[in-house]
């Protein structure tokens, strides 16, 4: 309710947002273009909806067709000053931020950045690259992409939600026909499949739906156990995600296909840094990839690993758009 008295802040809002676009559609503001292909991956609202995994997906994709991919972040809330930092191993996840870091975990490469053009130019004049990945890169308009994907959260969809601050819109709605084509996560978790395919269709985009799966567990040194570890087991999940409701539904679904108990939830805020989080040593913990890369090394936590598929048609679809029929 509170949040309805926050409308006419959302109209003021949509106005500066509509007067962006048109600025750099009108090339008043100059976009800028690398010498390579882009790849953006984003979406029309706040909070967590699967950018990373679907980034991560896409960079592993072209390494194993052989080609070179470099993804280009802002480093959200990341403790280096350095205005281009390219991310390895040797840093860590507070000079990163922690979603870089994870993807550099994953054995990719991240260049850090608020103006990615310049990123991108800097990392090329010393290591070859052949495509760009711009994370959360919607907003990002003033550098041209080649494809241009929309992910959507099957479970709050765009068309359902209002403008920032009164929804969860970071831009109009109306927006979407920026997009290329919309990738759909976790519709496995909506009830009336058919509605939201109809209504999904009405946006005339190509649509691709994605698969969600947890392969595995992973702990604080990196080792993998099967989620039949967990059997008979009681756990406390935790997480600090732009959109923990939907790990705590993951986390209670597996619950009963695996036969552990969760004694509790904590949600903590996207991007917790940890400082203060104690552990019971005589517990068992549950949480994030992106979380756990944040955590000394506790013996009794636990990672649950993330996996989004794409079809076979999406990437069909993504080669076509980057270029226009050769194929790698």
Request: glycine letters at 6%; charged letters at 30%.
């Amino acid at each position: 309710m509170f949040r309805n008295f926050l409308y006419p802040f959302s109209l003021i809002y949509g106005s500066l947002a509509f007067l962006r676009r048109f600025l750099y559609e009108k090339n008043i503001l100059k976009k800028r273009q690398l010498p390579k292909k882009v790849i953006s991956v984003g979406n029309l609202s706040v909070g967590g909806s699967g950018k990373t995994p679907l980034t991560i997906e896409i960079a592993h994709y072209l390494k194993s067709k052989g080609l070179n991919p470099v993804i280009l972040s802002r480093g959200y809330k990341r403790k280096s000053k350095e205005p281009i930092l390219f991310c390895d191993k040797n840093k860590d996840w507070k000079a990163c931020g922690d979603e870089p870091f994870l993807m550099v975990k994953k054995g990719l490469k991240v260049v850090i950045g608020k103006d990615r053009y310049k990123s991108g130019l800097e990392y090329l004049k010393k290591y070859p690259v052949d495509v760009f990945i711009l994370d959360d890169g919607f907003q990002h308009f003033q550098l041209h992409r080649d494809l241009n994907i929309l992910l959507i959260d099957a479970t709050k969809p765009f068309w359902e939600d209002r403008l920032l601050p009164a929804g969860n819109l970071r831009e109009p709605k109306s927006f979407y026909k920026f997009a290329d084509c919309f990738v759909v996560n976790r519709f496995s978790q909506v009830k009336e499949k058919e509605e939201f395919l109809s209504i999904l269709k009405t946006y005339n985009k190509p649509f691709f739906i994605t698969q969600e799966s947890f392969p595995h567990l992973i702990d604080t040194q990196g080792n993998y156990k099967e989620l039949s570890y967990l059997k008979d087991k009681s756990v406390i999940v935790f997480s600090g995600l732009g959109n923990n409701k939907q790990f705590f539904v993951a986390l209670e679904n597996l619950s009963k296909e695996y036969g552990f108990f969760i004694e509790r939830f904590i949600s903590l805020p996207d991007h917790y840094d940890y400082e203060e989080f104690k552990v019971d040593t005589d517990k068992t913990y549950l949480t994030t990839e992106k979380d756990i890369i944040k955590l000394p090394k506790f013996k009794n936590v636990l990672a649950l690993s993330y996996k989004l598929t794409l079809p076979k048609e999406f990437y069909n679809f993504m080669e076509e758009m980057l270029w226009k029929q050769k194929t790698h």
